[in-house]
């Protein structure tokens, strides 16, 4: 394996800068790395990607080298290469959400944050896989083939961001976009040893991004280093008048806060742990490393403090009345009239458009999504919509109470960011609740639109498997979240010597690696 | 299939009759209620279109802040108060030419509310009577695609063999009005409703924020109607007859569903909640959609949008700049310009009050504007089968044609070649009567010439104007204006010849 794809983004642009290298050349070394150890084909890889553009990533990279060669380059990553998870509109480039009822649409259009990707100069490697329309903890839910934890090919890679989350700790990609409605960025993070981030609620553009649930979804960085989200954050974050939701107010300074964090000083910052989102339900070595790494941030001179949020406790429920009933409405306009599959009714000579809508809806969505729709469609239902949707927005309000009064006493709160490691593939496919319990630290700040970080805290003792922790700031405070995390960062990578992920599989079974 | 139907005063003998009125309008914004695709009326299919109005996935509706304001306008002009704070929600339901299977409507939460207005009617002895109708809500709301169902007799999606769909409409901004249950109208409720939606389209025309055009759909009215046992006090099973598409058909389905209704209760039966279709050609309704109050559209508000809540002070500001209520108008010009009520009721069903104002304004004299708008040009606006304010000349030309009457440089036979020519293209008033040469001629020497020829071909009318019978010139004057081609100066005309044979 090329050393260079093991770098960061930040030292891939300073090595940019520098001329140390080219970003044709590292857009190729991550390219041949997919080729690799993806193996979408055989079904024994990663299958990180389920649409690989060589092409287009390369054009971009030689772009990049010319204005890098110019002295103007576009951003501070630009040139360096990234991942975009398949549920964004990518002009020209096949958006599938991994459905097949979208199998084959290639959207006319780029989502705002790939339009923000490509103006600042970074290649889209390709599209990643994902549990289908986002509907998932393990991206088994995808209807192309479940993504492999890079750390154990046995085990699922979090979701419904697994391709994303797994691309970038396999070194396929330095960074990839993720999208967080219930933990679909953090959760992923967590069980692969990465960076995931889901921003506040309107800080990053929406337009383009395939809603699962519109008052919910955030799009987010995924990568190795609580900086490399900072510097992707700033370039995909800001105001979009396409986005009536996206706030209209200058970001506050995230990388600069992550850059003064990594001092590993945190005097006078008060974090709270959230009593409600530790101890029971929670696997021993999750805990385990989360008690060790508040106790270095307490180390490092912050104040921490147990917080009680009682109506977390409600939020799994909350979550998932909320999220299904705008699902279910999201996912009608799939019925095969415009674009996607068309299946016609079995038997039937001369079909109604309505037989071709039921009958592709039938073939083209898996059983999650089904659910989904069902449970979304009984909320909305009048004569239920008081009882199930309209109580859910009352406790959704209580949860937002929660952490504005937490955030009276405290400046951060924190938690295990999922209750296990990574399971085995199959183990919680049968068992929808179980599946869903992976979600239940997660969903609090998609309740609220507040902002959440997971970062790597450990591997757990008892299966070597990574484990996150989640820290949670108040609305418009993102920048608390690199402050913080990137000083944990720093404090756990100097126990660790390194990076978490140096101590990942490499993968590739050659051992005639190109040493740099 | 014919139905039973009950004469409409037996019908009223039995029943009362409540109405529901729900008109929808179209705004002439030029761009669409949540994206910025233009709205212009007859484009090729699916060329006004964008991710957003397609309802193509990832894709975001943004709100058009000129329709809400036109809303706002239209709420003022109907007594409504208007919501400080208000919500977009989502209608559910498949239909192939909703782009995203759901409508961006508003629910629970209209941006104007309780309003009323009082319409004035002719009833069947001549008297005009007052009515007040009361306004529940009026709403903001995306229109759909329209479908075209090829094949098949009825031009409906049964039986056809395919159907096409154009995405232009879908996206345009509705105004959807809708009235409380019109009670007491009793035989005039027809009348009632046809003045309502008539006065309401003068609104709204005032309003400048729509072209209300029935006949195009960018006005549409549905009309709910049901029978009660007379006197009882309840409302009946009420049925709701689509798309009603000019004035006199909101009267004649009115009327219709009446006495059908009746019928249908009086032979013992029930009245079906439904969709009606009414047809213009034959005058009936006919069964559509069954409808029920179990209809679930999933109403949730639309998560996409930010709550529309209008200023106060921006309110206060639209309330005080609303034009004069069209019936006050009408009243006032008819006073100034002092037209028979006949005559204002023609001005206004010809839709020519504006051109008539600004013709007057431009300095045409208030019968010379009427004669040319509601003569001259309606006849050619019929023959094109288009509105008055479409043909191809302005208010100022015609103003120009009639000057140039007033001060004798021409006739009104030449002006009507002065108006053919304006509308074939040729250039202002004044082009085309210097390059079709329709000026009258005044001069002496072409006149006197044509004079001389006229009194040597009639020798025996010459003689007789000799011989004093001054009256006798007429016909040599038709012989100049025929050598003329009626391009001469009939007064200098009968001079000279007076002259030459004094």
């Known amino acids: 394996m090329s050393q260079l794809i093991r770098r960061t983004a930040a030292e891939l642009a300073d090595a940019l800068a520098a001329g140390e290298t080219t970003s044709v050349e590292l857009t190729q070394a991550h390219l041949d790395r997919i080729g690799k150890i993806d193996g979408s084909a055989d079904g024994r890889g990663i299958h990180a990607f389920l649409h690989v553009d060589a092409e287009g990533a390369l054009a971009a990279a030689a772009a990049a080298d010319e204005r890098r060669a110019a002295g103007t380059p576009a951003s501070a990553l630009d040139g360096v290469p990234i991942a975009v998870k398949d549920v964004l509109a990518t002009q020209g480039l096949p958006t599938t959400c991994g459905s097949k009822i979208l199998e084959g649409w290639v959207p006319p259009y780029d989502a705002t944050v790939v339009a923000r990707l490509r103006q600042a100069g970074l290649p889209i490697l390709g599209k990643t896989n994902m549990d289908e329309f986002a509907m998932g903890s393990s991206t088994e839910h995808s209807a192309y083939g479940p993504t492999r934890n890079p750390w154990d090919l046995s085990r699922i890679p979090g979701g419904s961001g697994g391709g994303s989350a797994a691309a970038v700790a396999s070194f396929e990609a330095p960074l990839a976009l993720g999208t967080d409605t219930g933990g679909s960025i953090r959760q992923p993070g967590a069980v692969t040893g990465t960076v995931g981030v889901k921003p506040t609620y309107g800080g990053v553009s929406r337009y383009g991004l395939v809603a699962m649930a519109n008052s919910l979804d955030q799009v987010g960085p995924v990568t190795r280093s609580v900086l490399d989200s900072a510097l992707l954050h700033e370039i995909i974050g800001g105001h979009d008048p396409r986005d009536s939701t996206s706030i209209d107010q200058p970001l506050p300074p995230l990388v600069e806060s992550a850059r003064q964090g990594a001092a590993g000083d945190l005097s006078g910052v008060r974090i709270g742990v959230v009593k409600e989102l530790t101890g029971e339900g929670y696997q021993a070595g999750v805990q385990q490393r989360f008690d060790e790494a508040i106790a270095l941030l307490v180390d490092a001179g912050a104040e921490v403090v147990e917080v009680s949020c009682p109506h977390f406790v409600h939020a799994l429920a909350t979550y998932y009345l909320i999220m299904p009933s705008e699902a279910s409405s999201n996912l009608a306009r799939f019925d095969a009239m415009r674009y996607g599959l068309r299946v016609g009714p079995a038997g039937v000579a001369d079909p109604s458009a309505e037989q071709v809508m039921r009958a592709s809806r039938e073939a083209g969505f898996g059983d999650e999504v089904k659910r989904r729709i069902i449970l979304g469609t009984y909320a909305l239902s009048s004569g239920y919509y008081d009882a199930y949707y309209g109580q859910a927005q009352k406790v959704r309000t209580l949860i937002s109470r929660d952490f504005e009064a937490a955030f009276g006493k405290v400046d951060v709160l924190a938690s295990p960011t999922a209750p296990t490691t990574a399971f085995p593939i199959g183990d919680k496919i049968e068992d929808p609740l179980a599946m869903y319990l992976n979600d239940i630290a997660t969903i609090p700040a998609n309740l609220a639109g507040t902002p959440g970080i997971s970062i790597p805290a450990g591997l757990a003792p008892e299966d070597g498997l990574p484990v996150g922790l989640q820290l949670l700031a108040p609305a418009l405070a993102d920048d608390r979240l690199y402050r913080v995390g990137a000083a944990a960062e720093t404090l756990l990578e100097k126990q660790w010597g390194g990076p978490l992920l140096a101590q990942a599989p490499s993968l590739e079974s050659s051992t005639a690696e190109e040493i740099r | ?502």
Not at chain 2, 137 to 164: C, F, N, P, Y
Not at chain 2, 176 to 202: D, K, Q, S, W
Not at chain 2, 413 to 439: H, I, N, Y
Request: proline share 5%; with cysteine.
């Open chain 2, 1 to 502: 299939m014919s139905e039973t139907l009950v004469p409409f005063d037996e019908a009223l003998s039995k029943f009362d009759p409540a109405m529901g009125l729900e008109v929808h309008v179209e705004l002439n914004t030029a761009t669409k209620m949540f994206c910025g695709c233009p709205t212009e009326f007859g484009a090729e299919p699916n060329t006004q279109t964008c991710p957003t109005c397609l309802g193509l996935p990832g894709s975001m509706p943004v709100v058009n802040g000129k329709a809400v304001e036109s809303a706002i306008r239209i709420g003022l002009a109907l007594n409504c108060s208007i919501a400080p704070w208000c919500r977009f929600a989502r209608k559910n339901y498949f239909y192939p030419d909703m782009p995203k299977n759901f409508q961006t409507s508003q629910y629970d939460e209209p941006i104007c509310f309780d309003g009323w207005t009082d319409v004035q009617f002719e009833n069947a002895a001549g008297e005009t009577e007052t009515f007040h109708v009361e306004i529940e809500r009026a709403h903001m709301e995306e229109d759909t695609g329209k479908s075209l169902h090829v094949g098949g007799s009825t031009g409906r999606i049964q039986g056809a063999d395919h159907s096409l769909v154009d995405y232009n409409r879908a996206g345009i901004p509705l105004i959807e009005i809708v009235t409380r249950p019109i009670v007491g109208a009793r035989e005039n409720a027809p009348l009632v409703a046809r003045a309502y939606v008539a006065y309401l389209r003068e609104i709204i025309l005032s309003l400048g924020v729509s072209d209300a055009r029935m006949e195009q759909g960018s006005m549409r009215c549905d009309v709910n109607l049901s029978l009660a046992p007379r006197g009882s006090g309840a409302l009946g099973t009420r049925t709701e007859t689509k798309n009603v598409n000019s004035l006199r058909s909101v009267e004649r389905a009115a009327r219709y569903e009446v006495t059908r209704q009746a019928a249908v209760l009086s032979g013992g039966g029930s009245v079906l909640q439904e969709t009606r279709h009414w047809h213009e050609d034959t005058g009936v309704t006919t069964s559509g959609r069954e409808k029920s109050d179990a209809d679930d559209y999933r109403y949730f508000p639309e998560p996409d949008l930010v709550p529309v809540a209008p200023p106060p002070e921006w309110v206060e500001e639209l309330r005080a700049s609303l034009p004069e209520d069209p019936r006050q108008k009408r009243t006032r010009l008819q006073a100034e310009w002092g037209y028979t009520d006949l005559e204002m009721r023609d001005v206004v069903a010809a839709g020519a009050v504006t051109l008539i104002e600004e013709t007057i304004a431009a300095g045409t004299s208030a019968q010379a504007a009427r004669k040319w708008w509601l003569s001259e040009l309606a006849r050619r606006a019929n023959e094109q089968g288009v509105e008055l304010a479409e043909l191809p000349i302005t208010t100022g030309q015609v103003a120009r044609i009639q000057a140039l009457v007033d001060e004798g440089s021409i006739n009104d036979k030449l002006a009507r070649q002065v108006f053919d020519g304006v509308l074939a293209g040729e250039g202002s008033p004044d082009e085309v009567v210097a390059t079709r040469g329709l000026a009258i001629v005044s001069d002496d020497g072409a006149l006197g010439e044509a004079v001389d020829r006229a009194i040597a071909a009639n020798p025996g009318v010459a003689e007789k104007i000799r011989a004093g019978k001054v009256a006798a010139a007429g016909a040599l004057i038709g012989a100049v204006m025929k050598d003329m081609r009626g391009q001469a100066d009939a007064g200098r005309v009968r001079e000279l010849i007076l002259e030459k044979l004094s």
